[in-house]
């Protein structure tokens, strides 16, 4: 991130902390999953793009798949088309799932 003023490079540092915040929640709640194969080969692609973005430095994109990863995975549970195994559960408290 040379060449980047100091509030620019504060706000890509905070991004790309958040996403790789965000694939680690993300990962680790996928791990738990079964179910709809379709549905979990979309989110193992969201995930994959997501890494593959942030390696490129394109961190509004590599966040933006993460997010997709979430909303589908949370989607698939409200919609019973997905199945959590034992683990952590989710919070409430956690920002992207409040409601």
Not at 70 to 84: C, D, F, P, Q, V
Request: proline letters at 2%; glycine letters at 8%; aromatic letters at 8%.
């Amino acid at each position: 991130m040379e060449g980047l003023k100091g509030d620019e490079r504060s706000l890509k540092e905070d991004l790309s902390n958040e996403t790789v915040k965000w694939q680690e929640k993300a990962e680790s709640l996928f791990g738990q999953l079964s179910g709809d194969e379709r549905m979990l080969e979309n989110i193992s692609s969201y995930l994959s793009d997501s890494h593959h973005f942030l390696k490129q430095n394109d961190l509004i994109r590599a966040f933006e798949a993460v997010i997709w990863a979430w909303a589908w995975m949370e989607i698939g549970l409200e919609k019973s088309l997905l199945h959590r195994g034992p683990g952590e559960e989710i919070s409430d408290q956690d920002p992207l799932i409040g409601k």
